[in-house]
């Protein structure tokens, strides 16, 4: 394996003694086949242990390793050395508030999707007698994309509107009540209209479209976002129009 | 929690010069401006039309002085970028399922170019261009 020298400038904040964060930078030896999250690694075993940082996976499915590298909010496990040249600089997840060095205060995304029910509402209890919820290949492919999302949080980094106005409930949330609602199974539709067809949920959104250019699942919530604007749009005329068809 | 977090303030008047993507937009999102500047001289025109003839004529001899000209070559500019770059969203706003597949985006992104072409002939035709 190829080695190369790496330069890593590294966003560090130590709450209890900063008042702000500073850059540090490393420079370490690293195979050309390792990912920034290796570099990292690397740096806390043989150089500094107070760095920290999240990680879990390092596959790309956990969600916890999400940074900005050089500006680009990205999965630090996916993202090689190789494709980067000179020193590579490694921040928080933008938008979020630094809890420690490169680890974020999540909170708030949590609170959202929370309110947005990601999950299964029935519409009706079923005895375990009537079996499975059956559903078509079709019905699977209606909603599948949205399944993939990973709640790592590279779109709220990326969404301008989320950074300008926290109170958004912001792309990885409404797309997930997105993948709820377009589920036959599902009937919590009208619930989560309440949070995801209000000002702070699609009507924030102005379709940057930066969230679906940084998904690292290739999930599309900026999609997800105008479509859940065109159907709320379609309940407010039938209501407004047609009282008699409301459902 | 018992320490306090840093909160980074994003820029609120310079957001959109941090990255491409956010200029891209913010251009997107100006145009806007240059079509409503357009629909603004389209109603002053008929209301020299509703004028009577003289009104109507200076207004066509004002549309040939060289401010005009590049006021429109402009518009031209802004409105094709303003349309192309929503046509080319069309297909996240409105995927069509068919079966277990999605029609392909450029399908439907090619719909809205070929409507576009048929409309603007047909108004060329009414205009008696052709």
Redesign the interface.
Same mark, same amino acid.
């Given at each position: 394996m190829s080695q190369r020298l790496v330069e890593l400038e590294v966003l560090r904040?130590n709450?209890?003694t900063?008042a702000?964060?500073t850059f540090q930078r490393y420079a370490v030896e690293c195979p050309e086949e390792w990912v920034v999250l290796d570099a990292l690694n690397h740096i806390k075993e043989t150089v500094d242990p107070t760095l920290s940082y999240r990680w879990s996976c390092h596959m790309a499915v956990c969600g916890s390793c999400g940074m900005m590298i050089n500006?680009e909010p990205k999965l630090s496990c996916k993202s090689f050395l190789r494709d980067y040249e000179g020193v590579i600089r490694v921040e928080p997840l933008?938008?979020f508030?630094?809890?420690r060095d490169l680890v974020?205060?999540i909170d708030d995304f949590v609170t959202k999707l929370k309110r947005v029910k990601p999950y299964l509402v029935a519409g009706e209890a079923r005895p375990v007698e009537a079996g499975e919820y059956r559903q078509t290949?079709?019905q699977l492919?209606?909603y599948k994309q949205y399944t993939l999302c990973i709640n790592c949080m590279l779109c709220y980094a990326a969404c301008?509107e989320y950074?300008?106005e926290p109170k958004f409930i912001g792309p990885a949330a409404i797309s997930l009540a997105h993948r709820y609602n377009l589920d036959s199974r599902d009937a919590g539709r009208e619930a989560r209209q309440q949070e995801i067809a209000a000002t702070e949920g699609v009507w924030e959104c102005?379709?940057?479209?930066?969230c679906?250019?940084v998904c690292p699942e290739h999930v599309?919530p900026?999609?997800a976002l105008?479509?859940v604007?065109?159907k709320s749009t379609l309940d407010w005329f039938r209501e407004h129009l047609m009282p008699w068809r409301r459902t | 929690?018992t320490?306090?977090? =840093?909160?980074?303030a994003?820029p609120?008047y310079t957001?959109?010069l941090?990255?491409s993507? =956010?200029l891209r937009?913010i251009t997107r999102?100006v145009t806007c401006v240059f079509i409503g500047a357009y629909a603004f001289l389209m109603l002053v025109g008929l209301k020299r039309l509703a004028e009577g003839r003289e009104a109507w004529e200076a207004f066509v001899q004002a549309l040939a002085s060289p401010a005009s000209l590049v006021f429109h070559v402009a518009v031209l500019a802004f409105a094709l970028y303003h349309t192309t770059s929503w046509f080319n969203?069309t297909?996240?706003?409105?995927?069509i399922?068919l079966?277990?597949?999605?029609v392909p985006g450029r399908v439907i992104v090619g719909a809205h170019y070929a409507i576009w072409i048929v409309l603007s002939l047909a108004v060329l035709i009414l205009a008696g261009v052709f």
């Open positions: 904040f709450p209890e900063d702000e964060p500006g933008a938008h508030p630094i809890q974020t205060v290949p079709a492919k209606t301008p950074g300008l102005s379709f940057v479209g930066a679906s250019e599309d900026a999609g105008q479509q604007k065109i | 929690m320490v306090k977090p =840093y909160v980074r994003v609120r957001w959109f941090a990255h993507r =956010y937009y999102e969203v297909p996240k706003a409105m995927p399922q079966g277990d597949g999605f």
